[in-house]
């Protein structure tokens, strides 16, 4: 595994006091100085003038982060299911089925919108014109993407101290797993997210599967389309991992004349993993790292 060094290099930086080298961070409890900057996955860089009060996230992940680093009560926007804790006041505008209510969300005057590159750019742009609020994209497709964009969001909305904290018990995780990981030879596994589709290598459930020595036998760039089951087949893997909103069953595979001989159909390794830490750019990553391993490598935790 490669990650330690950009990432120690990350929270190096940000414990030094700078978020993309543009302003100094604050330490302990002095105010937070604004403008702030940061360049997140979108094309220009966020600037956001002074602390914002009313934030609309329209992503889970960095919904969760949000209210994992204390800024839940200034959350006016969130996606369904997030309005909850500090939160419980927000309106919900994202349907459970990804789909958003761009009208609702500019009626709410947000001076920040929060957002992933799968939301998508054409709503996003509308919201941000028509609301005249600041726009951030948070990477998305890998653990150090996520470390990052909480870094990013905590210097945005004056919660930096919180969010290097967060990251930091992010980081102790990742390395203790990677310490239990050490040693363990690669395992082929195919992930199933519904009805044979999977996952490219560049998505964070790609990168969490490959962090926890799990070698997809789909390859790094598959097509979006259900996977081939006769190439399925062919590629045998070990483990069948499929996400818990994908409906799979041992049964179903083992009813499936293409997939009856394959090794992991055989051996009964099939292994469900929760959709919502495993493909969530937020504070749970870790958890859905430590359920991939331990879902690929049982021994390892034993």
């Known amino acids: 595994m490669t990650r330690f060094a950009p990432t120690c290099v990350l929270v190096a930086v940000a414990l030094l006091g700078t978020a993309c080298g543009e302003r100094a961070d604050p330490v302990g409890a002095l105010a937070q100085a604004y403008p702030v900057s940061v360049h997140g996955a979108g094309d220009r860089p966020t600037v956001v003038k002074t602390r914002p009060e009313r934030i609309v996230v329209l992503d889970a992940g960095p919904a969760e982060t949000l209210l994992a680093i204390g800024a839940g009560e200034r959350l006016v926007g969130v996606p369904a ?165 994908a409906g799979v069953t041992l049964a179903a595979l083992r009813e499936t004349p293409a997939l009856r001989a394959v090794k992991a159909v055989r051996r009964r390794r099939l292994e469900t993993v929760p959709a919502e830490v495993v493909t969530r750019a937020g504070p749970r990553v870790a958890e859905g790292l430590e359920a991939i391993a331990r879902a690929l490598h049982p021994d390892a935790f034993r």
């Open 81 to 245: 299911g997030l309005a909850t804790g500090a939160a419980k006041r927000a309106q919900e505008v994202v349907r459970a089925t990804g789909q958003i209510n761009v009208d609702e969300v500019i009626s709410l005057e947000p001076d920040l919108i929060v957002a992933t590159p799968s939301i998508d750019e054409l709503d996003l742009a509308r919201a941000g014109r028509r609301s005249g609020a600041a726009v951030y994209v948070q990477p998305d497709t890998s653990i150090l993407n996520v470390e990052q964009g909480t870094i990013d969001i905590g210097f945005l909305v004056g919660q930096a101290p919180q969010a290097r904290r967060l990251v930091g018990r992010i980081e102790r995780k990742v390395e203790d797993l990677e310490r239990r990981l050490l040693g363990v030879a690669p395992v082929k596994v195919f992930v199933d997210t519904g009805f044979f589709i999977t996952v490219p290598e560049r998505s964070l459930l790609g990168d969490l599967v490959r962090e926890a020595k799990g070698e997809s036998v789909a390859g790094p760039t598959p097509g979006p389309g259900p996977f081939p089951l006769a190439d399925l087949a062919r590629l045998n893997p070990a483990v069948y991992l499929a996400t818990s909103d």
